[in-house]
C-alpha cells in the first residue's frame, strides 16, 4: 500500500518551503496534494513556468458585475509554490484539493453582506442611543468586545509578538524533524486557541474546506492505493486532514458544490503580484509583514545547505540599510553595521531566540545606524524589509485577452519599464515626429497618450494625468505611471467590457453616456472620447450632446459644454481625429447660451457664482474660434452690461469682459461705472459689481486710471455704515491681486489723490501706533458685534 505523508506549513514561509522540498526529495512521492482551490489546477503550469517571475497570485472572479474577486498569492518562499516547482522538475502530478473557487467567492461576498448589515445595525443603535441619551454602563467600547485573535492570543501566552514569536521558534529550526514537531503543536494551538470561534459562519466553513480536502485526499488515494502522496496543507488543517474520510463529509461537501453560495459562473487567471502588497497582509497572521526580509531568510537558508543561516540573513539585512542609506546620502559606517549585529544578537538572546528576529533587527538598525531616530532610516527600512519587487507573467500564461492586450500595448509603446511599483513620470509631445522613418514611431507618443487615456476611463490606477507646466501646451501631456496588483483586478474586471482596452472603454463611455443627465455631462464625456481616440464613441457622443442641449439646459451647464468643445477642437489636429460634427454642434450650443444669457443671468448670489465660469469660459472659446459669431456674444454682453435686473457680479464681469478686448469705449464704461457705484445704490451691490469687473483682466483694470478715479470718489461718497458694508465685497475683490498689482494700484490712487507714491508706500508698510492698533482692534470688533447682531431673517 502507498503511504500518505502529511506535512504542516504556515504560508510563506522560507523555512516551511525549504524542508518540503526536502521532504519531497526524499520521499519521491507519485502525487502532491496541496491546499488550494481545487478547480484551477489548469493554473499551475503557467505560475511555475521559466519565464514567469514571483510574486504572482491566482485570481478568481466573478463573471457578472458587481465583481467578486479572492486572490491565492505566492512568492518564491511559499511552501506550496516550492511543492508545485519539485512536482514540475520531477514530472510528478501536482494538484489543488480546497474548495473550488466559486465557494470561495461566494464565501467572501456572503462575509461582506454580514459586515455590512452589522455595521449599519451598530449606526442604527448609536442614533438610537443618541436619540434617547442612553448609554449602557455594562456594553463597554467597541474595542473592548472585539474578540482577540488566534494571534493576538498567542502573543499574550508568550510575551512577545507573534511575528518574533515564530521565527524564533520555527525559521531558526535546525532539521526538519525539528519543524514538523513545533508545527504540529502550533497547530494544535491554532485550533485550540480558535474554540471560542468554533459557532460562527467562520468556523463554519473553515470545517467544510477540511470535509473537502479529506475528500479530495480519499479519492486521490483511490486512484491508486500503491501511489506515495504528500499532502501540503496550513498545519491549523493538518490534524483535520488527517481524520478519515466518512459518508458524512460526502453530503456536506456535495451540499456545498450545489449551493447557493458556490458561485459557478466565474473564471480565473494568473497575474503579477508585487511584495508591497504582500506586505498589506499585516492582518493575516499567516501573511508575510516584510516579504523583503523573508526572501532574505530563504536565500540565505538556500546559501548554506540548509543551515537557519540566521547570522547570514542579519548581516545582510544591516547592510542592506546601511548601502540604502550611503547610496541615498546618508551616513552609515561599517563600525555601525558591527555594533548594530552584535547588539541584535543580544536583543535575541534575552527573548530566547537562536537568531535575531527581524524586530530585533529593525531595533538595532534604529539605534547604531539611525542614532536613535527611526525617521533617519525609514525608508531605507523600507526598502530592506519590503522592496519594490514585482512579478511578470510570460504571454500565453494570463487567461483574459484584456491582459493579454494591456501586456501587448505595453510592449509596443515602450512603456514596459513603467510596468512597476514606483511612480514615475512620463512626459508626452503628441506631435508628429518628422526625425523618424516609420508611422508608428512618428506617433508614438499620441498613442501613447490614446492607451493612457483608455486605462484612465477604465480606472484602473495605473495613469493620472498631471497638469503640465505650460497651460497652453496642447501638443503636450504628463502622466504619473504605477503598478499595482489592483491595477491587474481592474484590467479583469474590463474584461466583462470587451475583449481589448479599446473595446472595453468604449463599452464603460457608452454606459456613462446612457446614464448623463445633462450637456455637461455628455460634453466631458465626448471630451474623454476624444482624448481616448475612440471613434466610434465619438460619433454616439456627439448625438447624446445634441439630444441634451434640446432640452432646458441650465446655461452654466451650456457653457462648460462649449468649453470642453472648445479644448477638442484645439486638440483636433494634434490627435488625427475627424471632428467635422464638432463644429456645428459648438455653433448650435453657442446660439443657445447667447438667446438664454440675459434672462439667466438675473439671479440670486450663488447662482451667479455657478453662472460666473460659464461667462469666462465662452468669452475665452469665442477668441479663438473664428467660426462662433463674435458680434453676437459682444452684443449679449452688452445687452447684459446694461441690464439693471442682472446680478451685479455677471454684469460687471460682461463689462469688464468687453474693456479688456476694447469692445466698449471709455465713456460707456465710466457710465456704467457711475450707475452702479452710485451714492443711492446698495453699497454691497455696488462692491459686487467691481468684484466681477475686476474679474477678467487686472492689468487691463489697472492701466485705465479713469477706473480708480470713479471708485475713489464712490468710496469718499460713502457714510461709515455704507463703507463697511462695501469694504467686505472690496477686500474679498483685492485678495485676488498680486503684491506687484497692489502696488500698482496704489500709485494711482496717490496719483488721484495728490500724494507722493514714496511717501504713501512708507506710511503703508510703517508700523502701526499703539493708537492706531487699539483703533483696528476696535473695529474688528464692531465688525464681529455687527455681524453677531445681524438679524438673518431665521
Not at 22 to 30: A, C, D, K, Y
Not at 250 to 265: F, H, I, P, S, V
Request: with cysteine; net charge negative; hydrophobic share 40%.
Amino acid at each position: 500500500m502507498g503511504k500518505i505523508t502529511y506535512f504542516g506549513i504556515r504560508h510563506l514561509s522560507p523555512v516551511c518551503a525549504y524542508y518540503l522540498r526536502e521532504l519531497l526529495q526524499n520521499e519521491e512521492p507519485g502525487l502532491v496534494l496541496i491546499e488550494g482551490p481545487s478547480d484551477l489546477n489548469g493554473l499551475m503550469d503557467g505560475l511555475v513556468s521559466e519565464e514567469a517571475e514571483l510574486p504572482a497570485a491566482i485570481l478568481a472572479y466573478t463573471k457578472e458585475p458587481p465583481v467578486e474577486t479572492v486572490l491565492y498569492p505566492f512568492a518564491e518562499f511559499s511552501p506550496e509554490y516550492q511543492a508545485i516547482l519539485w512536482a514540475k522538475e520531477k514530472g510528478v502530478k501536482a494538484r489543488f484539493i480546497d474548495l473550488p473557487s466559486g465557494i470561495a467567492l461566494g464565501y467572501y461576498k456572503e462575509l461582506r453582506r454580514r459586515a455590512e448589515e452589522a455595521e449599519e445595525e451598530m449606526s442604527s443603535r448609536q442614533s438610537t442611543d443618541e436619540d434617547g441619551d442612553k448609554e449602557d454602563p455594562d456594553s463597554g467600547s467597541p474595542e473592548q468586545n472585539r474578540k482577540l485573535s488566534v494571534y493576538e492570543q498567542i502573543e499574550q501566552l508568550t510575551g512577545i509578538p507573534h511575528d518574533s514569536f515564530w521565527e524564533y521558534t520555527f525559521e531558526g529550526c535546525s532539521d526538519r524533524e525539528e519543524l514538523a514537531s513545533a508545527m504540529e503543536k502550533y497547530g494544535a494551538s491554532l485550533r485550540e486557541f480558535s474554540e471560542a470561534d468554533k459557532d460562527s459562519y467562520k468556523a463554519e466553513h473553515e470545517a467544510l474546506r477540511e470535509c473537502f480536502m479529506r475528500r479530495m485526499i480519499a479519492e486521490a488515494a483511490a486512484e491508486d492505493p500503491d501511489r506515495n502522496i504528500v499532502v501540503v496543507t496550513g498545519a491549523f488543517h493538518t490534524a483535520a486532514v488527517k481524520e478519515a474520510y466518512s459518508e458524512d463529509d460526502r453530503k456536506k461537501t456535495d451540499a456545498a458544490l450545489a449551493g447557493k453560495q458556490n458561485l459557478k459562473d466565474c473564471n480565473a487567471t494568473l497575474m503579477p503580484y508585487s511584495y508591497y502588497r504582500l506586505s498589506e497582509h499585516s492582518g493575516y497572521g499567516a501573511g508575510a509583514k516584510a516579504p523583503g526580509y523573508f526572501e532574505i531568510l530563504w536565500r540565505c537558508r538556500n546559501a548554506s545547505g540548509g543551515a537557519p543561516g540566521g547570522d547570514m540573513a542579519a548581516s545582510e539585512y544591516l547592510t542592506r540599510v546601511a548601502a540604502y542609506q550611503r547610496l541615498h546620502g546618508g551616513m552609515a559606517s561599517s563600525a555601525q553595521v558591527i555594533e548594530a549585529l552584535r547588539l541584535a544578537k543580544e536583543l535575541a538572546a534575552m527573548n530566547g531566540g537562536k537568531y535575531p528576529a527581524l524586530a530585533d533587527l529593525r531595533s538595532s538598525a534604529v539605534t547604531c545606524i539611525g542614532e536613535g531616530s527611526f525617521a533617519e532610516i525609514a525608508t531605507a527600512v523600507a526598502s530592506t524589509e519590503i522592496g519594490t519587487r514585482i512579478g511578470q507573467m510570460p504571454e500565453g500564461t494570463v487567461c483574459t485577452s484584456v491582459q493579454e492586450d494591456f501586456l501587448r500595448q505595453l510592449k509596443v509603446l515602450k512603456l514596459e519599464r513603467f510596468r512597476s511599483s514606483e511612480r514615475q513620470d512620463l512626459e508626452l509631445d503628441l506631435r508628429e515626429n518628422l526625425r523618424v522613418k516609420s508611422q508608428e514611431a512618428a506617433f508614438l507618443d499620441l498613442n501613447r497618450s490614446f492607451f493612457l487615456h483608455r486605462m484612465s476611463v477604465l480606472q484602473t490606477g495605473f495613469s493620472k494625468q498631471e497638469k503640465y507646466r505650460q497651460d497652453t501646451a496642447t501638443w503636450a501631456e504628463k502622466w504619473s505611471l504605477q503598478w499595482t496588483p489592483e491595477t491587474e483586478i481592474r484590467i479583469v474586471e474590463a474584461s466583462l467590457k470587451g475583449d481589448t482596452l479599446e473595446e472595453a472603454a468604449v463599452t464603460v463611455l457608452g454606459e456613462m453616456l446612457r446614464a448623463a443627465e445633462n450637456v455637461k455631462q455628455t460634453s466631458a464625456i465626448l471630451a474623454k472620447a476624444l482624448e481616448a481616440g475612440l471613434t466610434v464613441c465619438v460619433r454616439e457622443a456627439i448625438y447624446a450632446v445634441q439630444n441634451s442641449a434640446a432640452g432646458n439646459e441650465a446655461i452654466q451647464d451650456v457653457g462648460c459644454a462649449i468649453g470642453d468643445l472648445s479644448l477638442t477642437v484645439r486638440f483636433g489636429n494634434i490627435r488625427r481625429m475627424d471632428l467635422s460634427g464638432i463644429e456645428p454642434l459648438m455653433e448650435r450650443l453657442f446660439l443657445k447660451f447667447c438667446l438664454n444669457l440675459q434672462k439667466e443671468c438675473i439671479c440670486d448670489e450663488a447662482a451667479a457664482k455657478a453662472i460666473l465660469p460659464a461667462l469666462a469660459t465662452v468669452w475665452d472659446a469665442v477668441q479663438i474660434h473664428e467660426f462662433l459669431d463674435k458680434n453676437r456674444l459682444i452684443h449679449a454682453y452688452m445687452e447684459l452690461a446694461e441690464d439693471d435686473m442682472a446680478n451685479p457680479l455677471l454684469s460687471g464681469f460682461a463689462c469688464g469682459a468687453l474693456a479688456e478686448r476694447g469692445d466698449i469705449d471709455a465713456e460707456k464704461l465710466y457710465a456704467l461705472m457711475e450707475r452702479h457705484l452710485a451714492k443711492g445704490m446698495p453699497s454691497a451691490d455696488g462692491a459686487y459689481w467691481f468684484e466681477g469687473l475686476a474679474e477678467k483682466n487686472h492689468r487691463a483694470l489697472i492701466a485705465r486710471l479713469g477706473i480708480w478715479e470713479h471708485l475713489a470718489a464712490y468710496i469718499r461718497s460713502l457714510d461709515e455704515e455704507e463703507f463697511r458694508s462695501a469694504a467686505i465685497c472690496l477686500r474679498r475683490t483685492f485678495s485676488t491681486f498680486s503684491p506687484a498689482e497692489k502696488l500698482d494700484i496704489a500709485e494711482n490712487i496717490c496719483e488721484i489723490l495728490g500724494v507722493n507714491a514714496t511717501s504713501a508706500a512708507a506710511y503703508v508698510n510703517g508700523t502701526l501706533t499703539e493708537e492706531e492698533s487699539q483703533a483696528v482692534h476696535e473695529a474688528e470688533q464692531n465688525a464681529i458685534g455687527d455681524v453677531d447682531d445681524f438679524d438673518f431673517d431665521i
